[in-house]
């Protein structure tokens, strides 16, 4: 039973009225009643409670207004036994307020919506360790005869993912977002040396936000939630590449892929709506994917976002061979959604003309260079009924080469007409045209077929929008993701499937300003090809661009601090970075497990963390402790093995030290990361 519900019945419990005659136990149904009529009794003790009123009510300026359908929804959910396999066969059927079956009207919702789900992202997290006794038994490798001896085998299990409802875990919600404690501090330059040099101070600028380079290793859903009292409304640009939750267990990075559909939406969801609050009023949102989930992210983005400040989707041709493995189309690209924080806020810069581009424009020299192109529009509004004001007569002397828009003796008349007699218009009106007369930026020729045209002058430009189709060679992912990860790395491949350089270079130069100091954050870090191309662009315009990159997989200070400290390094770029990490608490579990003297003493302590920390959702363990451990054949092994297979177990949990509890010498914190945390979470 959650607190919140507890601290309900025992208020609610208060009153006779309340109860039912007979039983003397809550009747619902007369509570739900009294709710509808808002009567004072029950509006008395709901607001008199502090949890309650923070639960049920919404302060508007100095009033606190009872919400009665969430008060009511809560009821009926709570009517069923508090367990998540029971809710989840009916959290389908509500709109968020209210159970479908007590209305009209229909609502298309996937079942975990108001879920949040951790989810476990690493070999650790994603699976469960078990063991299991085995008879000695013998078979046949390789032709020959192989005796494996009884004892215990360690086996795994893929991990069902742990869900909070976000009413029935009220409090376990509230306490999973709260900030964590932050530990293992490094700074890394081009001029440090393997492991990084101790972090003295933090450096601010002179609004007093965080003016550093970040890479944080922990769970990316609570990371975030940490970040947001330093970093709300101060991300200018997320980039991320979630996993695609592609069909079989392969997937673009090696997370956990036990993802259903609905539950990565769930997943997602959570991600997206913290995201949204961390970015700047002008800030923007671009969220790779592929096809699998890429229609059913847009949808999700519409709804966190909201459909107005939808900006677009670009295809990048990723991957020009196509995959060799799909049942129908090679697959060849990937998408980017891209969605404004506050509609028509975000500012594009244009990009630059390429070499090919750049020679269409023959005449002239330089910045004056430029090129003719027809004055006659065609295409969409072309027609005289949809720009009556573009559709005139021009008037054209060969002898004199005059240009005209009244009609003179020895002048031709030239009508915006296309190549089928059909009526089009021209590019300008009337006025407009004849100030490009009067620059001499109109011309009149014939065509090979005797035809006369007019040509308005195309000045070279200094960039063009970018398109929504990227197709060039450096946005292959292997020529130039994966190769160049290799040649970092001296030939070893650590990462599969890193994203093109170009690819993530491209879109933060188009969507940051140019020299600025704009916030990059993404939280899906990966390989740290967003960091790169963060110190790639720094040092192309001189800028302070600043970039918060969290991973939580294993391999984050392998691959991502790796490659980031390499790129310093190698490319002598004159920048830093500091990583860190959310404390995770199961340190103090080893140590007090390899300090054991016996097996009642490994029992005891087991008992002590399933009820207080560390086992409350692993149900594998749980099994652990209720049946293996009293068997014969476990306890004949040795103290040695008993802990090793205890120290497995304790493993796979992953519990992260609050920052308000982060003094307690039961965590082992040391001062240094005690001080550098408080610092880091210094504007409250």
Request: hydrophobic share 35%; glycine share 6%; with cysteine.
């Amino acid at each position: 039973m959650s607190k919140l519900r507890q601290t309900l019945e025992k208020v609610l419990k208060q009153e006779e009225v309340f109860l039912d005659a007979e039983t003397g136990e809550l009747d619902y149904i007369k509570i739900k009643d009294f709710a509808d009529k808002i009567d004072e009794k029950l509006i008395a003790l709901l607001a008199d409670n502090k949890e309650l009123r923070s639960k049920f009510f919404s302060k508007i300026k100095d009033v606190y207004v009872f919400n009665i359908s969430g008060f009511k929804f809560f009821l009926d959910e709570n009517k069923i036994d508090n367990t998540y396999t029971k809710y989840a066969n009916k959290i389908g059927l509500s709109d968020g307020n209210e159970f479908l079956k007590n209305r009209s009207e229909i609502v298309l919702n996937f079942p975990f919506k108001d879920c949040v789900l951790e989810g476990g992202q690493s070999t650790e997290e994603g699976t469960d360790t078990y063991f299991e006794y085995e008879e000695e038994k013998t078979k046949t490798v390789k032709g020959k005869k192989v005796t494996e001896p009884a004892g215990y085998k360690e086996k795994q299990a893929k991990r069902k993912e742990i869900f909070f409802n976000q009413v029935l875990a009220h409090d376990e919600i509230d306490r999973l977002f709260e900030r964590k404690a932050l530990v293992n501090w490094k700074r890394f330059t081009k001029d440090e040396g393997k492991n990084g040099e101790a972090v003295k101070e933090i450096k601010r600028d002179e609004n007093g936000l965080i003016k550093e380079n970040l890479i944080i290793n922990g769970n990316n859903l609570l990371v975030l939630h940490s970040l947001k009292s330093e970093f709300v409304g101060m991300v200018k640009l997320i980039y991320i590449d979630p996993p695609y939750n592609t069909k079989g267990d392969s997937n673009t990075f090696v997370y956990n892929n036990t993802f259903n559909h609905s539950s990565w939406l769930a997943f997602m969801k959570n991600r997206l709506e913290i995201a949204k609050d961390l970015l700047t009023n002008d800030g923007l949102i671009a969220v790779a994917i592929d096809d699998e989930e890429q229609a059913y992210l847009s949808v999700l983005l519409d709804e966190v976002f909201s459909r107005e400040n939808y900006m677009g989707t670009i295809i990048v041709q990723s991957k020009p061979s196509g995959r060799t493995n799909d049942s129908y189309f090679a697959t060849s690209h990937e998408y980017v959604h891209f969605y404004a924080k506050i509609a028509n806020r975000p500012k594009m810069n244009l990009v630059e003309l390429t070499d090919e581009q750049k020679a269409q424009y023959r005449e002239g020299n330089g910045d004056d260079s430029y090129k003719w192109r027809d004055f006659l529009r065609t295409g969409g509004f072309s027609t005289p009924e949809e720009r009556p004001n573009s559709y005139y007569p021009i008037y054209y002397n060969e002898q004199t080469n005059k240009i005209s828009l009244e009609k003179k003796t020895g002048f031709v008349e030239i009508l915006p007409l296309d190549s089928n007699g059909k009526k089009r218009v021209w590019r300008k009106t009337p006025s407009s045209f004849l100030k490009h007369v009067n620059a001499n930026e109109i011309l009149v020729v014939k065509n090979n077929k005797g035809e006369w045209k007019v040509k308005i002058i195309d000045k070279v430009k200094t960039g063009i929008r970018p398109k929504s189709i990227w197709v060039e060679s450096k946005y292959d992912a292997s020529s130039h993701g994966t190769k160049p990860l290799k040649t970092l790395f001296n030939g070893e491949k650590v990462f599969s499937y890193p994203k093109s350089i170009h690819a993530v270079q491209d879109v933060i130069d188009i969507f940051t300003e140019e020299g600025g100091n704009d916030v990059v954050l993404d939280f899906f870090g990966g390989s740290g090809t967003t960091a790169h191309a963060v110190l790639n662009l720094n040092k192309d315009d001189e800028g302070e661009r600043r970039f918060i990159v969290v991973e939580q997989m294993e391999y984050v200070e392998k691959v991502t601090v790796g490659r980031v400290k390499k790129v310093l390094e190698i490319e002598k770029y004159d920048d830093s970075f500091i990583y860190f990490e959310l404390a995770k608490w199961n340190e103090q579990a080893k140590e007090e497990i390899n300090k054991a003297k016996n097996l009642p003493e490994l029992v005891k302590l087991l008992d002590a963390l399933y009820e207080k920390y560390f086992l409350n959702y692993n149900v594998r363990i749980k099994d652990f402790k209720e049946k293996i451990i009293k068997e014969d054949n476990f306890k004949k092994l040795s103290l040695h093995e008993q802990k090793r297979i205890f120290l497995t177990m304790l493993d796979l949990n992953q519990m992260y030290v609050q920052e308000s509890e982060m003094a307690d010498k039961r965590f082992g914190i040391s001062k240094e990361d005690q001080k550098l945390t408080k610092e880091f979470y210094k504007n409250k």
